[in-house]
């Protein structure tokens, strides 16, 4: 009953809309959000390329923004380098040009220091698919993860509060471990024979839904040696990435598209 356009906040007990958050409203889907560890900003990422303001439309050109999170104003000094273009598209996953990119998943460090921006982009400030940005003004950090895949959800850990956890679409998808106090490449990473679209974690487990039938080695022979059946759902050691016997079966053709882990795990 209260106009919305994409963006809203609700009372969590009641439903009922904050009418002090009239957020700066973007002219396109937000499909991600992020809130900073102290509670004050709200990162938003999708398919928009503005968001409208009470001063009139401000350019958002790698489809990020950040917001006050009491007000929805927009916070004008966190400006990530801009989308150059093209997008990982179709069931491979393969860089095309032409096509604007999305920003599927957003996480907030838990040290106020960064933020992860994962998507179907190419080229945001050089990176592809998956971008550590600056908490505090948007920029690059020195540290940047590698990625050439398009990048669907990401979570950090809850045992250090460092490593994070991404699921990439692809040519088969990947579940990938980070440590951004390591090297930019991943410290394990694990195959399937379709996107993996969801990924949590607990202290111990790292959780990923998907597209996929088979967790595999050689994706192309599904069924075939080292390959193990995981209809959808399956769960990894978060230090080694090793396989869980944990084995529930989803009855979709999907699969999952989102997780949540409840705090006590």
């Not at 917001?67 to 997008?87: K, M």
């Not at 487990?205 to 088979?214: N, P």
Request: glycine share 14%; proline share 9%; charged share 15%.
């Amino acid at each position: 009953g209260t106009p919305r356009p994409t963006l809203a906040l609700v009372d969590a007990a009641t439903g009922a809309v904050d009418p002090t958050f009239v957020p700066a409203i973007p002219n396109g889907p937000v499909r991600a959000l992020a809130l900073s560890p102290d509670g004050q900003r709200l990162y938003i990422g999708g398919a928009f390329d503005s968001v409208a303001t009470p001063d009139g439309p401000v350019p958002r050109p790698a489809h990020l923004a950040a917001l006050d999170a009491t007000t929805g104003t927009l916070v004008a000094d966190w400006s990530p380098p801009p989308d150059r273009g093209g997008a990982y598209t179709g069931q491979t996953g393969r860089p095309t040009e032409g096509v604007v990119a999305v920003v599927n998943a957003l996480a907030a460090s838990s040290d106020g220091s960064r933020v992860y921006a994962g998507g179907t982009f190419v080229d945001i400030g050089g990176r592809s698919g998956l971008v550590a940005l600056s908490a505090t003004d948007g920029g690059l950090v020195p540290w940047q993860p590698e990625m050439d895949r398009p990048v669907n959800s990401i979570f950090e850990s809850r045992a250090d509060g460092r490593t994070f956890y991404v699921a990439t679409g692809g040519f088969g998808g990947e579940v990938q471990s980070f440590d951004p106090a390591g090297k930019p490449e991943p410290v394990w990473n694990r195959h399937f024979d379709g996107d993996a679209t969801a990924v949590v974690a607990s202290a111990a487990t790292v959780y990923v839904g998907g597209h996929y039938d088979y967790v595999c080695d050689d994706c192309g022979r599904t069924g075939g040696p080292g390959d193990d059946f995981r209809r959808h759902m399956a769960a990894f050691d978060a230090a080694t990435g090793v396989l869980d016997p944990w084995a529930p079966v989803a009855n979709t053709k999907t699969g999952p598209y989102c997780a949540a882990l409840g705090r006590s795990h």
